[in-house]
């Protein structure tokens, strides 16, 4: 199946990319997305964890077909052909 995937803000330039479409096995999840786009691109890869503290918990927000994945199952979302991937960096202030 093939994943529509899009980078907001500085996850472009981080990337890279704009956007990309990569091909998965049915079935896939966020999770399994999240760990091939860091192998094909492992400058993200403290942008989808903590490296620091050991956390998977991402630092950005991931929409699936405009629906933010806590309102779906999470990293364990099952994607389907064609579905939207966007990766929005969470920015911190104080």
Do not use: W
Not at 66 to 83: A, F, H, M, P, Q
């Amino acid at each position: 199946m093939l994943l529509n995937i899009k980078f907001l803000g500085a996850l472009r330039h981080i990337s890279g990319k704009t956007q990309l479409t990569l091909s998965f096995n049915d079935g896939a999840s966020i999770k399994t997305v999240i760990e091939t786009i860091c192998q094909e691109f492992p400058t993200l890869k403290p942008t989808f964890s903590d490296l620091a503290l050991n956390d998977a918990r991402s630092n950005s927000l991931i929409l699936v077909n405009g629906r933010e994945i806590s309102v779906l199952d999470g990293y364990e979302t099952k994607l389907c052909d064609n579905d939207e991937i966007v990766f929005v960096p969470v920015v911190h202030g104080g």
